[in-house]
């Protein structure tokens, strides 16, 4: 019998008091494998095309390496190895690599190490991921909002952005490609945004999907040729399709690694399950291929399909697809949402016209486009 957590508790809760301990050893001995909830809140049978995650799942080496790293779980893992292997991916020294629990741990401690001041804001791009400009509000700074504009079909401009500096900006936050309009700020552009920045500001450059689309220069370049105000994060959740096993890191001079290091990402930030899995994937470039491969068929279906639904799309990071419905969005999403299938809705972007599509598995997706052919 499969047993949810709440279904779980409540078969145990009438005996609790009289035999606590029998009834924990029955509920470990219950819950194998196939008895744990693992929908993840969603009801049986969801279609999840909301998570921003990479179907396809990690790589059969990755999956050994994790595997093994739980074997080995009852110690704790060798950070110090693993800063070597990505120091040595990148070509920069040790002491420029900081891990986390996901990159989401190193871009969100940006904030408390630079913006504890009063009155100090960050410069963000208001049509993007917005957790980290959300710990800068958290932490009473501002944040000045730059926007994409329908007529620069929203690309970044690198001269708006220089234009919301000011004496009081710590911080500025680009997601590149961008999260969710899939805009990319080429090398050139980052460079050029970077060596006009005053002093006093960091440049943040969130890589979570670069490793699917890039001018083919790495803005780590610009780092390496000495900048100290850079900090470039890249995942382990999007490209090797590893969200779960919470592997990220950050790559910056090290007076920022030595600053970010005294909020975060600690010896203890890697698991012993993501420590195998990363380092058995990096420089796995048949992976990369395939992941890559993935996401362009998955576009091109839904390109074709919602095209023929009379749907415009704007190609987000190559991992999801902005599909727009117009003033009919929310409807739509809570159409779908009845068939227990989930998209998410644009307005917390600042895009409510828009909704987000995850590329799925190949059913997934046609189940998806199934259940639009009724709707719209
Ligand atoms: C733009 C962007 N940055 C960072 C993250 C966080 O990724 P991680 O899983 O490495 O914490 C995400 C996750 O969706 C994202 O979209």
Do not use: C
Request: cysteine-free; charged content about 25%.
């Amino acid at each position: 019998m499969k047993l949810s957590r709440r279904k779980f508790m409540g078969t145990t809760a009438a005996g609790v008091a009289s035999a606590p301990l029998l009834l924990n050893t029955e509920a470990a001995a219950e819950l194998a494998p196939d008895d744990i909830d693992w929908s993840m809140g969603f009801p049986d049978g969801s279609t999840l095309l909301n998570r921003n995650e990479n179907p396809i799942g990690p790589s059969p080496k990755a999956v050994q390496a994790a595997k093994k790293g739980v074997e080995k779980s009852f110690r704790y893992a060798d950070r110090i190895l693993i800063r070597k292997l990505l120091a040595e991916e990148h070509g920069v020294p040790e002491d420029h690599v900081i891990v986390g629990v996901g990159s989401g741990e190193i871009l969100n401690i940006m904030p408390l190490v630079y913006m504890r001041e009063a009155n100090k804001n960050m410069v963000a791009v208001w049509e993007s991921y917005r957790p980290v400009p959300g710990r800068a509000t958290l932490l009473g700074g501002e944040v000045k909002w730059v926007n994409l504009l329908p007529e620069e079909d929203y690309q970044f401009n690198v001269d708006r952005l220089l234009a919301a500096v000011d004496a009081d900006t710590r911080l500025l936050f680009l997601v590149t490609p961008n999260n969710p309009t899939g805009a990319v700020m080429g090398y050139d552009d980052v460079k050029r945004l970077a060596d006009n920045l005053p002093d006093h500001v960091k440049l943040i450059i969130d890589g979570a999907y670069r490793d699917f689309q890039n001018d083919g220069r790495d803005e780590i370049e610009l780092i390496k040729g000495g900048n100290k105000n850079i900090l470039v994060t890249r995942t382990f959740s999007k490209i090797y399709a590893m969200a779960g096993l919470r592997a990220g890191y950050g790559i910056a001079h090290p007076d920022i690694i030595k600053e970010l290091s005294k909020f975060g990402g600690s010896p203890t930030s890697v698991n012993m399950a993501g420590f195998g899995a990363m380092a058995a994937s990096l420089g796995d470039d048949e992976f990369i291929a395939k992941s890559r491969g993935f996401v362009k068929n998955a576009r091109s279906y839904f390109e074709r399909e919602l095209g023929a639904l009379g749907i415009n799309t704007m190609a987000g990071p190559p991992i999801f697809i902005l599909a727009e419905f117009g003033e009919r969005t929310q409807e739509i999403v809570d159409a779908l949402k009845a068939r227990k299938i989930f998209i998410r809705a644009g307005g917390e972007w600042g895009m409510p016209n828009h909704a987000r599509i995850s590329y799925g598995l190949d059913h997934e997706n046609a189940t998806l486009i199934a259940a639009l052919k009724e709707i719209l």
